[in-house]
T-cell receptor, first 114, second 111 residues
Framework: GAVVSQHPSWVICKSGTSVKIECRSL??????MFWYRQFPKQSLMLMAT?????????EQGVEKDKFLINHASLTLSTLTVTSAHPEDSSFYIC??????????FGQGTRLTVV | KQEVTQIPAALSVPEGENLVLNCSFT??????LQWFRQDPGKGLTSLLL?????REQTSGRLNASLDKSSGRSTLYIAASQPGDSATYLC??????????FGAGTTVTVRA
C-alpha cells in the first residue's frame, strides 16, 4: 500500500495559459499533501503544504496567486500553475503522508512552458 | 533553517564495489531521516527511513546509519550493480513534518 499517483506525467503548454496537476493517494487517506519543485540537478524545494478542507500554507517566496492549491478530499490535491511562463518550467512532485511521519511521492510532472 | 548537504555530488564505481554516500544536516532536532532513490525524470522511491531514536536501518544490500548529535547519516550499498545507478536523495523531517532535501548524489555503476 501507500501509492501516490500524479497526473499528468508531462505537459507542454503555451505561455499565458494555466495548467492543472493532480495528486492522488490511491490506497490511503491523506490529510496532508506537499508540493515540491525541482530544477535540473538541484534538490526538491517545498512549495506548499496542502491540508484537506483548508487553505494551503505556502513557503516563503512562493506566489500563492500563481500556484493555486486545492485539497478538496482526503485523496486528491491539485496544483494549478496560472498564467504560466517559461521560467515556471520545472519538475513538480507531490507527496502524501499516510501517517505524519512517512511521506510517499508521486512520479512527478515535467512542465514545459513554450 | 535546516540545511542538508550530500557528498559527493557524483560517484562512479565499477560493478561489485561498495558505495558510501554521505549526508549532513545542520539542525539535529529532527523527527526522522529518509533516503530516497530518484531515476532520471521520475519521482522518488523511499529506500530507508530512520527514526530519530534509531541508529541504523537495513534493507537487503542497503544500510543507513544515523548520528543525530553530529548531524550525519551514511547510506551504504553493498556489492553495487548497474541497476543501482540513480540519484540518491537524503531528506530530514523536522518536528513540523516538513522534509528538507539534500541536492543528491548521482551514482553510476559501470558494468
Amino acid at each position: 500500500g501507500a501509492v501516490v499517483s500524479q497526473h499528468p506525467s508531462w505537459v507542454i503548454c503555451k505561455s499565458g495559459t494555466s495548467v492543472k496537476i493532480e495528486c492522488r493517494s490511491l490506497d490511503f487517506q491523506a490529510t496532508t499533501m506537499f508540493w515540491y519543485r525541482q530544477f535540473p540537478k538541484q534538490s526538491l524545494m517545498l512549495m506548499a503544504t496542502s491540508n484537506e478542507g483548508s487553505k494551503a500554507t505556502y513557503e516563503q517566496g512562493v506566489e500563492k496567486d500563481k500556484f493555486l492549491i486545492n485539497h478538496a478530499s482526503l485523496t486528491l490535491s491539485t496544483l494549478t500553475v496560472t498564467s504560466a511562463h517559461p521560467e515556471d518550467s520545472s519538475f513538480y512532485i507531490c507527496s502524501a503522508s499516510k501517517t505524519a511521519t512517512e511521506a510517499f511521492f508521486g512520479q512527478g510532472t515535467r512542465l514545459t512552458v513554450v | 533553517k535546516q540545511e542538508v548537504t550530500q557528498i559527493p555530488a557524483a560517484l562512479s564505481v565499477p560493478e561489485g564495489e561498495n558505495l558510501v554516500l554521505n549526508c549532513s544536516f545542520t539542525d539535529s532536532a529532527i523527527y526522522n531521516l529518509q533516503w530516497f532513490r530518484q531515476d532520471p525524470g521520475k519521482g522518488l522511491t523511499s529506500l530507508l527511513l530512520i527514526q530519530s531514536s534509531q541508529r541504523e536501518q537495513t534493507s537487503g544490500r542497503l544500510n543507513a546509519s544515523l548520528d543525530k548529535s553530529s548531524g550525519r547519516s551514511t547510506l551504504y550499498i553493498a556489492a553495487s550493480q548497474p541497476g543501482d545507478s540513480a540519484t540518491y536523495l537524503c531528506a530530514v523531517m523536522a518536528n513540523d513534518y516538513k522534509l528538507s532535501f539534500g541536492a543528491g548524489t548521482t551514482v553510476t555503476v559501470r558494468a
